[in-house]
């Protein structure tokens, strides 16, 4: 599956933005998604995932309460709303499957998008 990622941008602490990722080359059934991210200088980081049906979600501790992954697999489609931007949010953002969750709970995945800059202002 080829996972594209887009809609980074630069915004202001407290801010909004919404993610998207198109996965073409099969259907989202049955892989479980996430959203990983990369800032400079630092390891990628796992930021929040979505079981198949997308009828649970599980968040990293610094971004609960602000993100939000949700998906539409009749569409091939998986979003990151994220609110109240801090400046420490700035990173590469990727979204990421896997048929596993085991693969996903070791923040590793089969498929990669190429990623998308988020860039939070103070």
């Known amino acids: 599956v080829q996972l594209q990622a887009s809609g980074g941008g630069l915004r202001q602490a407290g801010e909004s933005l919404r993610l998207s990722c198109a996965a073409s080359g099969r259907t989202l059934t049955r892989l479980v998604m996430a959203w990983f991210r990369q800032a400079p200088g630092k390891e990628r980081e796992f930021v929040a995932r979505t079981s198949w049906r997308g009828s649970s979600a599980y968040y990293a501790d610094s971004v609960k309460g602000r993100f939000t992954i949700s998906r539409v697999n009749a569409e091939n489609m998986v979003y990151l709303q994220m609110n109240s931007l801090k400046p420490e949010d700035t990173a590469v953002y990727y979204c990421?499957?896997?048929?596993?969750?085991?693969?996903?709970?070791?923040?590793?995945?089969?498929?990669w998008g190429q990623g998308t800059l988020v860039t939070v202002s103070s």
């Open positions: 990421a499957a896997s048929s596993s969750l085991a693969t996903m709970r070791r923040d590793s995945a089969d498929y």
